[in-house]
């Protein structure tokens, strides 16, 4: 393995060893982000469309709903200015990081071993100086300059599943996340908080506001496929497989606190087309 790790941050290319590990990124910016990864050899992007969906998103509603996770500020409570209608970059942010993927990528995957896929972290940042400098005459002239696009690339050889010991160990720390909703790099801050009161043998832990309903895992998220035969069936929305039994997929909904994740939702779709 070769360990590449390459960091393009407004058009700026850095790397090994000048490109930090994706963590210390995240650590030392605030933003919406999220991280994606090649398949087949770096054929392609899984779930890129997704993905950049659920980052407009994230930063839409980290603007609304808690601006400190997306700007960088010393006030605690930071409010945008009202004239500022964020609505208007998505088609911008967009195009920047389409732009810094198209720039980095091919560097990238030009240099890693064939074993090896590529782990593709997203971060966008707001520049609070530059926001605040915006004037309705020059919006679309300053916008660009108003987020700061960060994107991280790092190698890494994908694990063999069906392996002995592959499970997961799971233990319940905290509570659910602030505007769950957004998936925003601040929350990398604290989880490294919570990740000292992880047990030695355990591989994830989980969030709960009362102890009994899991909402989701620090870095993962939590759902159940269960097997019911068919005299259990309750009227719930179960579906029929060929042998005979009943499936349905369990997780904590949007509306109780957890991120909408991407593999989350596409199993809930693949349960519901069958």
Known sequence: MSGSRFLFSNGTLLRTPDSPPVKVLLEAHP??????????????LLF??????????????????????????DESALLLPSSVDLTKWQPTVQMLVTDSIGKVL??????????????ITTLVSGNLEELNALKTVEYEERLSKTFDVHVHVDTYVPSSFGIRGNGAHLAMVGFGRDVAAAKYSEWVRIRK???????????????????????????????VVCRKGADTDNGEAMHKYKNGYFFEVQTAPISDGVLPGIIRQLVIEYDLLL
């Open 106 to 119: 091919p560097i990238a995957l030009k240099e890693k071993n064939d074993c090896e896929e590529l782990a």
């Open 31 to 44: 933003g919406a982000y999220t991280t994606s990864r090649t398949h087949n050899n770096g054929s392609y």
């Open 193 to 223: 908080s919570l990740d000292k009161r992880r047990p030695p043998s355990v591989t994830e832990l989980l969030l709960s506001n009362d102890g009994d309903q899991i909402l989701e895992g620090c870095v993962t998220n939590f759902f």
């Open 48 to 73: 890129w469309e997704r993905h950049m969906k659920r980052l407009s998103e994230s930063i839409l509603i980290l603007s609304k709903l808690a601006p400190k996770f997306l700007f960088r500020s």
